[in-house]
C-alpha cells in the first residue's frame, strides 16, 4: 500500500480526503544558460514528481500562487 504526504504539512493524506490536490513540479533553470529546464526538487523514493498537498494546506498553496 502506498501513502502519500503532504509537501506542506507532513502529514499522510487520507484516501477520503477529497479536497486534496496533486501539482506538477516546477521546473527551473539559470537565466542566462543553455542548460534544459530541470526539477526544482527530486523525489527520490518514488517516480511521481509531483507535488502533494491534503485539504487543509490546499488553501495556502493557492492563496501563495494567485497572490
Known amino acids: 500500500m502506498m501513502a502519500y504526504c ?3 504539512c ?3 493524506i487520507d484516501s477520503e480526503d477529497i479536497e486534496a490536490i ?3 513540479q516546477p521546473y527551473i533553470r539559470a537565466l542566462f544558460s543553455d542548460e534544459d529546464f530541470v526539477p526544482a526538487k527530486r ?3 518514488n517516480e511521481n514528481q509531483n ?3 491534503c485539504g487543509e494546506c490546499k488553501m495556502d498553496y493557492l ?3 494567485l497572490a
Open 43 to 45: 523525489n527520490k523514493h
Open 51 to 53: 507535488v502533494h498537498y
Open 10 to 12: 507532513k502529514k499522510v
Open 6 to 8: 503532504c509537501d506542506h
Open 22 to 24: 496533486e501539482v506538477k
Open 63 to 65: 492563496t501563495e500562487w
